[in-house]
T-cell receptor, first 114, second 115 residues
Framework: DAGVIQSPRHEVTEMGQEVTLRCKPISGHNSLFWYRQTMMRGLELLIYFNNNVPIDDSGMPEDRFSAKMPNASFSTLKIQPSEPRDSAVYFC????????????FGPGTRLTVL | AQTVTQSQPEMSVQEAETVTLSCTYDTSENNYYLFWYKQPPSRQMILVIRQEAYKQQNATENRFSVNFQKAAKSFSLKISDSQLGDTAMYFCAFSYTGANSKLTFGKGITLSVRP
């Protein structure tokens, strides 16, 4: 199994630009999670989906952030417009059914907003 | 809401020695799950070990074992025979058992294994 796939691995953009992060979960997994990791705030859950349906988006910082899961094998996290404080590592993770099942993390996307 | 506390920001251990990483949590629930995840310099998050709260027996995975003290709400990770590849950041995490529950992570602890 290829594991969770994220792209791009690194993204450098300028303030105000739109950024789209992509994730392909492990085949057969029904839950998908987006996390953000920073030195100041640690690892934060932004949003998660069960069977492609958003269950909890209370961690999404503001309206500039949006996430979609159009099908079981693909999800996107979009930031529009981006700001320097969005600079972080963004992880996608998937699990079989729910968060109590083991979560498998992707390699992360390091985002730098100048 | 539950909280997970890792009070030690970093630790160091000599190769082949044993080290224990501490974690405490706060919850009013009786059924839940606890996890330790490892994040090496590659940044990948890797599950180390998992414990179900209803199980009294401490979980063990090769050189990794936990000391789960439910009454004290403590969940420490013991690494035996430390190896250089164990150098990483370690996160303690908590989850309720509900269908739509989510993981709550501690701040993490940086472990360095010295040759």
């Amino acid at each position: 199994d290829a594991g969770v796939i994220q792209s791009p691995r690194h993204e450098v953009t300028e303030m105000g630009q739109e950024v789209t992060l992509r994730c392909k979960p492990i085949s057969g997994h029904n839950s998908l999670f987006w996390y953000r990791q920073t030195m100041m705030r640690g690892l934060e859950l932004l949003i998660y989906f069960n069977n492609n349906v958003p269950i909890d988006d209370s961690g999404m910082p503001e309206d500039r952030f949006s996430a979609k899961m159009p099908n079981a094998s693909f999800s996107t996290l979009k930031i529009q417009p981006s700001e320097p404080r969005d600079s972080a590592v963004y992880f996608c993770a998937s699990s079989l059914m729910r968060s109590t099942d083991t979560q498998y993390f992707g390699p992360g996307t390091r985002l730098t907003v100048l | 809401a539950q909280t997970v506390t890792q009070s030690q920001p970093e630790m160091s251990v000599q190769e082949a020695e044993t080290v224990t990483l501490s974690c405490t949590y706060d919850t009013s629930e009786n059924n839940y799950y606890l996890f330790w995840y490892k994040q090496p310099p590659s940044r990948q998050m890797i599950l180390v070990i998992r414990q179900e709260a209803y199980k009294q027996q401490n979980a063990t995975e090769n050189r990794f074992s936990v000391n789960f003290q439910k009454a004290a709400k403590s969940f420490s990770l013991k690494i035996s025979d430390s190896q250089l590849g164990d150098t990483a950041m370690y996160f303690c995490a908590f989850s309720y058992t509900g269908a739509n529950s989510k993981l709550t992570f501690g701040k993490g602890i940086t472990l360095s294994v010295r040759p």
